[in-house]
């Protein structure tokens, strides 16, 4: 089982991008779905999660810009990020806690670097 993330890039302030993450291996389901952000010299945080139920929480920071999905169907989770700003400009991780069917398990995806210019 791998935990996928891919969609960081360059953008300018004030614009968009959506971060994936996709499942692949023997995955049921995604029970929980987070993302999470670094710096350098930071500790990790969380930025957004999204639980089986469909229950959200985010951080302050990002309240009203940035939206948390699954696709079940897909395996596959996203954030999506509008309004961009170079406070946000760090690694992003997803984080997945993955049914296989017999066992959940915590994984995490490798990050992707979001960069804002301003």
């Known amino acids: 089982v791998q935990l996928q993330a891919s969609g960081g890039g360059l953008v300018q302030a004030g614009g968009s991008l959506r971060l994936s993450c996709a499942a692949s291996g023997s995955i049921v389901s995604i029970n929980y779905m987070g993302w999470y952000r670094q710096v350098p010299g930071k500790q990790r945080e969380l930025v957004a999660g999204?639980?089986?139920?469909?229950?959200?929480n985010y951080a302050d920071s990002v309240k009203g810009r940035f939206t948390i999905s699954r696709d079940n169907a897909k395996k596959t989770g996203y954030l999506q990020m509008n309004s961009l700003k170079p406070e946000d400009t760090a690694v992003y991780y997803c984080?997945?806690?993955?049914?296989?069917?017999?066992?959940?398990?915590?994984?995490w995806g490798q990050g992707t670097l979001v960069t804002v210019s301003s």
């Open positions: 984080n997945a806690n993955l049914w296989d069917g017999t066992l959940s398990r915590h994984y």
């Open positions: 999204l639980s089986s139920s469909g229950s959200t």
